[in-house]
């Protein structure tokens, strides 16, 4: 185990001296508020012992300097909808929040790229860039709240990420903050590029162990002027997730393929306060198609129709701002039937996704919990809703541990992996260590221990990491 120095007084004045007293917090309140996320089970919650708040990339790297001559852990932070504990000082230390940094620095239309700063919203960057015509794919469920910082570090899906891909895929280069301070550009505005370690991809999705990022360049594209979701109601769960291959296969290029079992609708409908058709018995799955051509619209629309029908579809309506409403709050809805509850993030292949959702859904039928799923079909990720309930806390960690066991090895026997987006953070620390291969993990602490020789950066998330003296 690493060990970390405690926050002195000597501490609190050197950061304050770098980014202004006022922008230092250690305040009973503040520190009670930063102890978890998204977060609800209260085994995983940990204080910080200050918060602190730079304003632009060279107090962060001071921060840092300061952390790494103290040996004092760092937690950067973004809006802290991390569902996989990413957010929670684990060790204590600082928390570093960058909401200060929200700028949108450069929207350029003729090069499509926009230059932002980590704190900005994603909803913001996505309305400026429709403003001028343009679009910003990355569009994660929580896109209302969450900061791109965080998006960028998480490698956040979402729900265009079957046709444009996931974050990363959206960003040109980054601007990072190494765990020893110093301040560096990785990737360039380019279409290609083969010079050297691609260090720009392996920062992002490295859920803030590698450096903080402060700044992104981001890639826009034209808005297509067309557009159709659609809403397939199955009155059977099993057509509906069937029917993802089909789509797939018809090469409709959709933008977003979204499903949602009747437990997730009823709860959403419930909390949005939204009845939609079938609420008692539907599983849904929202198909959304955009084109540059009104006549390629009306063409892929009629395919759609053919394909939902023939699959057994009870319904084929067109998903109003309604069904979106709902489908973005599914995850608040299911939280307030169960005071806990965790979020599972699992990705498989395309092809064994709707196996992948049978099997797992007849598998949790023996425990008491109760279990929710929807995903982002289109790109094999899925997402399980799991409920504690009224259960007592030693049935509940005895429950989730068996079928953790059991759906994890499952997976991994599909070809799939523990999180398609939410991260490993500190929830499945110990199951990344569990599943992952040997020499592949030794690859990525040996990464971890040359860029973060002390090892003070976002510890305890991702990998389990030791010192190189007691490893």
């Given amino acids: 185990m690493v060990r970390y120095n405690p926050v002195t007084e000597g501490v609190l004045a050197r950061l304050s001296e770098a980014v202004g007293a006022e922008n230092v917090e250690a305040d009973e309140e503040t520190l009670d508020r930063y102890k978890t996320d998204e977060e609800t089970d209260p085994k995983y919650f940990h204080k910080p012992e200050v918060v602190v708040l730079p304003g632009s990339t060279e107090e962060v ?181 069937n029917m993802v291959p089909h789509l797939i296969k018809a090469g409709l290029d959709p933008t977003s393929v979204e499903f949602m079992d009747n437990n997730f609708v009823r709860a959403a409908c419930d909390f949005v306060e939204i009845k939609l058709p079938h609420y008692e018995d539907g599983s849904y799955v929202i198909v959304t198609v955009e084109t540059y051509s009104e006549d390629e619209l009306e063409m892929k629309m009629e395919k759609l129709d053919e394909i939902c029908t023939a699959c057994g579809a009870t319904d084929v309506l067109e998903a109003d701002d309604r069904v979106w409403t709902v489908r973005k709050n599914a995850l608040e809805g299911s939280k307030a039937l169960s005071k806990v509850s965790t979020s599972e993030d699992l990705v498989v292949p395309i092809d064994k996704i709707a196996l992948c959702i049978n099997t797992l859904t007849e598998m949790s039928k023996k425990y008491s919990f109760r279990l929710f799923c929807l995903a982002h079909a289109g790109d094999g990720n899925l997402h399980f809703q799991i409920l504690k309930g009224d259960m007592d806390n030693e049935k509940w960690v005895d429950e989730l541990s068996r079928f953790h066991k059991e759906a994890y090895a499952y997976v991994y026997s599909l070809g799939g992996r523990l999180s398609g987006e939410h991260g490993i953070g500190y929830k499945k620390l110990y199951a990344m260590e569990e599943y992952t291969d040997t020499v592949e993990m030794e690859i990525m602490k040996d990464i971890k221990r040359a860029l973060d020789p002390n090892l003070i950066l976002n510890p305890g998330k991702l990998i389990n990491v030791t010192e190189k003296s007691q490893a």
Avoid: W
């Avoid at 280069?173 to 590029?193: A, F």
């Fill in 61 to 241: 790297a001071a921060v840092m300097k300061i952390a790494n001559s103290c040996k004092v852990p760092v937690t950067p932070r973004s809006a802290g909808t991390s569902v996989s504990c990413g957010a929670i000082p684990v060790y204590g230390g600082i928390v570093m929040l960058l909401e200060r940094m929200d700028k949108i620095i450069e929207l350029n239309k003729e090069a499509m790229y926009m230059v932002v700063e980590a704190g900005a919203r994603t909803v913001d960057i996505q309305k400026a860039a429709n403003e001028a015509g343009m679009l910003y794919a990355g569009d994660p469920c929580s896109a209302e709240s969450c900061l791109i910082g965080g998006n960028v570090a998480t490698n956040a899906g979402g729900n265009k990420a079957v046709r444009y891909g996931t974050t990363r895929h959206q960003v040109y280069s980054i601007e990072v903050v190494t765990p020893q301070g110093k301040i560096v550009e990785l990737g360039q505005r380019l279409k290609k590029c083969s010079t050297g370690y691609c260090l720009e991809q392996l920062v992002m999705g490295s859920e803030g162990t590698l450096g903080i990022i402060t700044k992104a360049t981001l890639k826009l594209m034209p808005l297509c002027p067309y557009r159709f979701d659609m809403l397939a109601i199955f009155t059977d769960m099993e057509k509906a997730v």
